[in-house]
């Protein structure tokens, strides 16, 4: 498989592998991590989840996030086709424990200029919840604006393009 890892001064960024199960699984099974993507993944769909994070798609990449130094997971960040069916979208999560140190930010930043610079993306777009602060934080760090509002999945949803 072409190798896509990735690097910055912190972090390290490498293809998600089935012996990072637990790490996800956590994730998707945490309230906070959560809080603003529907809750909790629930047990049934739980293994379905990790699956499709595994298998991802053509064009789709996901990456795990872990420090340099530790190895210690971090938390995910992924490229993957917006629901609009033609825009690619940024998305992660991180896990608590890694909040509030700027990786995700860091992660984000390498992971946007590799969609401009490597896939020769026009663009990257991602969806997030204007209620979601620290999301939308990370975003405007990274240079994205906001650039449409809209209702979905009960909440305003905010599409931030870069
Ligand atoms: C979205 C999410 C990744 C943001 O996490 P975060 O910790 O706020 O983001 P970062 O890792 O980039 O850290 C930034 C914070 O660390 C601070 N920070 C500390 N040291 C820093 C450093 N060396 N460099 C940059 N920022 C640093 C920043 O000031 C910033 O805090 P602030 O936003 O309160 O001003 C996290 O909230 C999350 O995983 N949420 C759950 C999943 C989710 O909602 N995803 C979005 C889906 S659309």
Sequence with gaps: MENRNLDTER?????LQSTDSAFVGELIAHEEV????GGPV??????AV?????????????????????????????????????????????????????YATEAARRVLDYALKELQLDRLIAET?????????LLERVGMREA???????????IYVS
């Design 42 to 47: 629930p047990i049934a769909q739980r293994e």
């Design 50 to 102: 990790m699956a499709g994070c595994l298998a991802s798609a053509d064009g789709e990449i996901v990456w795990l996030v872990e420090a340099k130094n530790s190895r210690q997971r971090l938390g995910l960040i992924s490229i993957s086709y917006h629901r609009d069916g033609q825009d690619r979208e940024l998305s992660y999560q991180f896990h608590p424990g890694a909040w509030g140190f700027g």
């Design 11 to 15: 972090l390290h960024l490498r293809a």
């Design 148 to 158: 449409a509002r809209l209702h979905r999945f009960g909440a305003e949803q905010l």
């Design 34 to 37: 959560r809080r603003f993507l």
């Design 129 to 137: 919840q204007s209620a979601n602060a620290a999301s939308r934080r």
